[in-house]
């Protein structure tokens, strides 16, 4: 029986993953999973019910810490794999897994639509293929050294594995609130790509919203975070402290306003009034989603104008629009799991 090893590193990875692992099962591969200890991640595959070993943890905002815990996660590997060499490995941009294979001889594919995250300079030369949604350009991963060949593009964006599948998750997930409200996404500001960014725009963002929505629901991201943005933001602003599953949220609010990439992404193609906020330079895909003007990007200097962007998007005709744009657009998209499923089976019976 061929194996086929899964580093999954955050929430979007785990529900990305989570219905490749139960394919690739379907068809006899044996999937290892394994994860690190984080405070975002350890809910999400409790929810997903996803059997993941947990080797080392996430190293926080120091990169100091940052390359210690990756330095350790690589020779927790060492001593999991010694018993079960996987024939294939997948990761999305896990320089643990990446350092690993090369050394042990393991093909490593890189599934990823994120090309300008900072891991990419490790990743992709130890990488035998990189899957990535057709809207990136080649060039952004040759950038890092791929050759062409090596790049194979689906017809489709992430969110949409576990959009179609949402259906699975309703009964294990809590409800929004049933009234109006605006959605406020806290960006990753501990991420290297962005670290230490984010977290005063959120405050303006915030001020700004609360005098436009009666109620606004903030989705934060770290543990104690609430509490640093209580006393901050208006009193009818609501902090969910508690990981949450987004999409439920997405489906109930009026507006997103998102300071990361993945809700930014769910939110544009559930047909939802999206503004992206994002601190870094923003990446491919919401460049692409913008060019289909299914996102809307808000930089520091347009942020006085989000009360008129807000009546805007409240006009029933521009909703009808972006929910008609978003139905077009995932009507011409293929499901990237049965495409990264379709790969993976060929490149190891390729192998045999």
């Known amino acids: 029986m061929e194996r086929v090893w899964i580093d999954v590193l955050t929430p979007k990875q785990a529900l990305f ?11 006899r591969v044996e999937v290892l999973v394994t994860a690190r200890r984080y405070e975002q991640l350890d809910w999400i595959l409790n ?3 996803l059997d993941a070993k947990v080797l080392g943890k996430f190293g926080g905002e120091s990169l100091m810490e940052k390359l210690k815990a990756s330095t350790e996660r690589q020779r927790l590997f060492l001593g999991y794999l010694k018993e079960r060499k996987p024939d294939m490995a997948i990761s999305s941009g896990s320089i643990e897994m990446a ?21 990419n300079k490790l990743c992709v030369p130890l990488s035998t293929k ?22 194979l593009r689906y017809r489709g964006l992430d969110p949409l594995a576990w959009i179609k599948r949402y259906d ?40 700004r919203v609360s005098e436009v929505f ?11 975070e609430a509490q640093l943005l209580r006393g901050r933001v208006p009193t009818n602003v609501v902090l969910i402290g508690r990981p949450v599953l987004a999409l439920p949220y997405i489906q109930g609010a009026s507006i997103v306003f998102s300071g990361g ?58 909703r009808r629009e972006i929910m008609r744009r978003a139905e077009r657009l995932k009507s011409g998209m293929e499901d990237p799991t ?13 192998a045999l």
């Not at 057709?134 to 040759?142: A, L, P």
């Not at 950038?143 to 090596?150: D, E, I, K, Q, T």
């Not at 808000?298 to 009546?311: A, D, N, Q």
């Not at 049965?338 to 390729?350: G, S």
């Open 168 to 207: 699975r998750l309703k009964g294990r997930v809590p409800e929004p609130p049933k009234d109006e409200y605006a959605l406020v996404r806290v960006p990753e500001y501990k991420a290297s790509y962005i670290l230490g960014k984010g977290l005063g725009e959120t405050v303006e963002i915030l001020r």
């Open 261 to 318: 990439g993945t809700m930014a992404q769910e939110a544009a193609l559930l047909g939802k009034p999206t503004i992206l906020f994002y601190p870094g330079q923003i990446p491919a895909i919401h460049r692409f989603l913008e060019s289909k003007r299914l996102l809307f990007v808000l930089k520091p200097s347009g942020y006085r104008r989000i009360r008129r962007v807000c009546e805007y998007l409240a006009n029933s005709r521009v």
């Open 17 to 27: 993953f989570w219905p490749l692992a139960e394919s690739l099962e379907r068809r």
């Open 99 to 119: 350092r690993v294979c090369f050394g042990l001889q393991i093909p490593h594919l890189l599934t990823s639509d994120s090309p300008h995250s900072p891991v």
């Open 130 to 151: 990189i899957l990535t949604p057709n809207v990136i350009d080649y060039g952004e991963w040759i950038f890092w050294g791929a050759r062409r060949s090596s790049i």
């Open 338 to 350: 049965a495409f990264i499923e379709r790969t993976v089976l060929a490149l190891l019976r390729q």
């Open 214 to 224: 009666r109620r606004v629901v903030v989705l934060c991201r770290y543990r104690g």
């Open 47 to 49: 929810l997903l019910q």
